[in-house]
């Protein structure tokens, strides 16, 4: 079975200051890993994805194997981040269905 | 990007009525969609993958003659919840892939479902 877990459920932090929300998971197969921000009030829409290995509004996140884990990190939060973030998994396995972690509430506080 | 519609947004229902969902597509065609489920201060649930043209796909523990999924054309699925009663109040919430864009999923604003 496929599972993403997210321990925090809440980071609070100081705009300017770094801010890591932690995900791990657990799959039999190679899995694909993304990030969704649901910002107050808006819908869920996606982040990034480990197989673009790209930076979207600062954030970046690996894929690391070995420890399972896929990790949202951002050097410098801004207020503007304050969101609600989702680690997410999908799968061939699973028949490419979404399986979401618990979520992180970002609050970056002035 | 791709656009995913929902509506109503909001909709309020007397117990042991039925309430349809709709969920579209705008500018791309989904064989494939997804509802989801997510009560207040928790994670999404999926609750089953509606594809065109065949049955829904249920996940274990959602009762499929409760929430009943159609999905009639490749831009519309819809939700029916039948005889509802207050504990399905929740915030319902559907997706589409989009046809070769590497498993890309947009979602829909979510249906907010009062059952009184």
């Given at each position: 079975a496929q599972r993403v877990t997210q321990p925090e459920k809440l980071l609070s932090v100081f705009k300017g200051a770094p801010v890591e929300l932690k995900c791990n998971y657990s799959y039999s197969g190679s899995p694909e890993l993304f990030w969704y921000v649901q910002y107050s009030r808006q819908r869920l829409q996606l982040l990034?994805?480990?197989?673009?290995r790209e930076s979207i509004k600062g954030f970046t996140a690996d894929l690391n194997k070995g420890e399972t884990s896929f990790h949202l990190k951002k050097p410098f939060a801004q207020e503007e981040d304050s969101a609600m973030y989702y680690c997410a998994l999908s799968g061939r396995a699973a028949g490419n269905k979404l399986t979401f972690g618990g979520g992180t509430r970002v609050l970056v506080k002035p | 990007g791709a656009v995913v519609s929902q509506h109503p947004s909001r909709v309020i229902c007397k117990s042991g009525t039925s309430v349809k969902i709709e969920c579209r597509s705008l500018d791309f065609q989904a064989t494939t969609m997804f509802w989801y489920r997510q009560f207040p201060k928790q994670s999404l649930m999926l609750m089953a993958t509606s594809n065109e043209g065949s049955k829904a796909t249920y996940e274990q523990g959602v009762e499929k003659d409760k929430f009943l999924i159609n999905?009639?054309?490749?831009?519309l699925s819809t939700l029916t919840v039948t005889s509802a009663h207050p504990e399905d109040s929740s915030f319902y919430i559907c997706s589409a892939s989009v046809p070769g864009g590497g498993n890309t999923i947009y979602f829909g604003e979510g249906s907010w479902l009062t059952v009184v």
């Open positions: 990034l994805r480990h197989i673009s | 999905h009639a054309s490749l831009t």
